[in-house]
Every structure is written in structure tokens, then in C-alpha cells.
């Protein structure tokens, strides 16, 4: 079993891995613009779109993307250290991969003026490898809490 030292090292490899992954495939398509690969005939394609919406494609006006984003960062790193200090390195990971793939997709915002996406399930969205961390870890997280968290006691 990996000490405490060792898991945190691996915990911020692994995050630093998957950031630059998620960078690279998005200057990838950004610098191709015109490449469209059908991974999987009318089930994954992959080509560029730019997402200038929030979450889904919605629409938010700049004071409520702000005072939701300060919000939420502001719960997520209360989150993030009370996990650390209580050596939940599961829900301590979970909460780094929703950070950099929120962080990636503000750079996308302030580099590209707007979310590249490139990753397109034409039944459902068009969404990329940030947006595949952010989503696996809320589900790893709440899988986590329904378990063995606040939502498993018995009232």
C-alpha cells in the first residue's frame, strides 16, 4: 500500500497528465480546424467546435457567470482542503479533476473565446476531455458519498 507522500505525488501526476493531454488535443483541432475524423459512424466524430455558452451550450450573462464561478471556487477549495486534511485522497483526487478541467475549459475561454470542443456524440453533445473530467469525477464523487458518505446513514 502507497504512503500518504507517495499518493499525493500520484494524485498531482496524474492531474498534471490529464491537463496537458486535455491542452494538447485542444491545440490540435484548434490549429486544424477543418479536420473531422469519424471515429465511429453515426456514434463519435471528432472535429472542432467552439462552445461560446456555459454548460450545455446555455447562456449566462457575464455578473452571473462571476458570482457563480467565485461560488463555486470558493466551495470547491473548502472541499478540496478538508478532504486533504482528512486524508480522503479518493474525494481529494475526484476534486482535482473537476478543478483542472474547469480551469482548462477558463483558459479555452480567455485563449479562444470560447470552450473548444472536439469530441462529438451526435445523439447527445459535443464536449471534450476536460468536460470527461469534470463529469467522471462529480460521479465518482456522489457514487463515493451515496456509499459511504452523508447519503448512506440511516436517518
Known sequence: M????????LIVFFAFLAFA???ITKVYFVKQPDLSF?????ILVLELHKNSGMVFGFIFN??????????????????IVNYYQRKIFFLFS???FIIIGAFSNL???L??????DFIN???WSIFNLADVYIIGAVILWLIYLIKYGEFSKKS
Do not use: E, H, M, T
Not at 469519424?38 to 453515426?42: L, N, V
Not at 457575464?62 to 457563480?68: A, I, K, N, T
Open 2 to 9: 502507497l504512503n500518504v507522500g507517495k499518493k499525493r505525488y
Open 21 to 23: 493531454i486535455d491542452r
Open 38 to 42: 469519424i471515429a465511429w459512424p453515426k
Open 62 to 79: 457575464d455578473l452571473l457567470f462571476y458570482v457563480s464561478f467565485s461560488l463555486l471556487s470558493l466551495i470547491l477549495f473548502y472541499l
Open 94 to 96: 475526484c476534486l482535482i
Open 107 to 109: 483558459l479555452d475561454r
Open 111 to 116: 485563449q479562444y473565446g470560447g470552450v473548444v
Open 121 to 123: 456524440v451526435p445523439f
